[in-house]
């Protein structure tokens, strides 16, 4: 069963930073990427960034392009988005999540698109203006 272990988000300030983590273990076979999605009250889940676990290669929403930077640990099973320059609209409930290709449970980060296999908890994370 796949395990999904999130950091704490918090508040910060417009224009501060913080940094989530997400350590991963018993992904499924499908699982090839890892990313993050977040998701306000009354509005859609929104994919945020996601990053291949083998090549590496990243993903973002153009709402966070040049102010989220994902990145990868494989030898410790955690991948982590750092979140430069918040503004108060990414205030949101962030889940980390386990991708794969195809499936039922879509997810578009940017131009792709993912299958959800598995998601965390959620950590909120607030930007007070």
């Not at 306000?40 to 993903?59: A, H, M």
Request: with cysteine; proline share 2%; glycine share 10%.
């Amino acid at each position: 069963q796949v395990k999904l272990e999130e950091s704490e988000g918090g508040v910060v300030q417009t224009g501060g930073s913080l940094r989530l983590s997400c350590k991963f273990s018993e992904l499924s076979y499908y699982t090839y990427a890892m990313g993050w999605f977040r998701q306000t009250p009354g509005k859609d889940r929104e994919g945020v960034s996601g990053i291949n676990l083998d090549d590496g290669t990243t993903y973002y929403a153009d709402s966070v392009k040049g102010r989220f930077t994902i990145s990868r640990d494989n030898a410790e099973n955690t991948v982590y988005l750092q979140m430069n320059g918040l503004k108060p609209e990414d205030s949101a409930m962030y889940y980390c999540a386990a991708l794969s290709h195809t499936g039922e449970n879509i997810l578009e980060i940017g131009d792709t698109i993912f299958n959800l296999d598995a998601w965390a908890q959620g950590t909120m994370v607030t930007v007070s203006s």
